[in-house]
Antibody, heavy 121, light 107 residues
Framework: EVQLLESGGGLVQPGGSLRLACAAS????????MSWVRQSPGKGLEWVSS????????FSADSVRGRFSISRDNSKNTLYLQINSLRDEDMAVYYC??????????????WGQGTLVTVSS | DIQLTQSPSSLSASVGDTVTITCQAN??????LNWYQQKPGRAPKLLIY???NLETGVPSRFSGSGSGTDFTFTISSLQPEDIATFYC?????????FGQGTKVEIK
């Protein structure tokens, strides 16, 4: 059974940093691209970043490029999102999602339950 | 960047009704469109992929159609457990984008 468990969310001050993690199980992690998608309170869904199965290819939304960094450790079956220079508009539930193949396509086949990042001074 | 315009933003229908949601892209996305269901407090769940294919385990009352720029999502007989927000989403090349969502309620 595919499982994705996000962690690392919490309360952070504007300008602060945080590292989110997504622990995967139930599938061959290195064979699948992974992504982060966020949802601000009461709002819609926004794609954040994606990484290929090997980790050699990454893409990010303009709104986070240069501040957020996606990575993965295939030996630990874990996906990461390093978030720097946090802004008010970054406050959201962050979901990790498994794609359908090793190449990033933005095809979000299965989602974790999410971790909440709150930005407040 | 590809923009998706989804409508309506909300609707109220009776149990057993047919519900239709539309999603329009500002350029040709072929059939690279998915539909997701998000129940309150839960993660999104894939229902329809490649515009018209039903994900495994999803009830057959859900369906999708369309290609190019115009797409439709249908619930053929609305059930109480279908209360949720539904999103269309285009994929293929980044940036990947979502429609604004349609909140479906029971009348």
């Amino acid at each position: 059974e595919v499982q994705l468990l996000e962690s690392g969310g919490g309360l952070v001050q504007p300008g602060g940093s945080l590292r989110l993690a997504c622990a995967a199980s139930g599938f061959t992690f290195s064979s699948y691209a992974m992504s982060w998608v966020r949802q601000s309170p009461g709002k819609g869904l926004e794609w954040v970043s994606s990484i290929s199965g090997s980790g050699g290819s990454t893409f990010s939304a303009d709104s986070v490029r240069g501040r957020f960094s996606i990575s993965r450790d295939n030996s630990k079956n874990t996906l990461y999102l390093q978030i720097n220079s946090l802004r008010d508009e970054d406050m959201a539930v962050y979901y990790c999602a498994k794609e359908v193949g090793a190449r990033t396509m933005g095809f979000f086949h299965f989602w974790g339950q999410g971790t909440l990042v709150t930005v407040s001074s | 960047d590809i923009q998706l315009t989804q409508s309506p933003s909300s609707l109220s229908a009776s149990v057993g009704d047919t519900v239709t949601i539309t999603c329009q892209a500002n350029e040709n996305i072929y059939n690279y469109l998915n539909w997701y269901q998000q129940k309150p407090g839960r993660a999104p769940k894939l229902l329809i992929y490649d515009a018209s294919n039903l994900e495994t385990g999803v009830p057959s009352r859900f369906s999708g159609s369309g290609s190019g720029t115009d797409f439709t999502f249908t619930i053929s007989s609305l059930q109480p457990e279908d209360i949720a927000t539904f999103y269309c989403q285009q994929y293929g090349d980044p940036p990947y984008s979502f429609g604004q969502g349609t909140k479906v309620e029971i009348k």
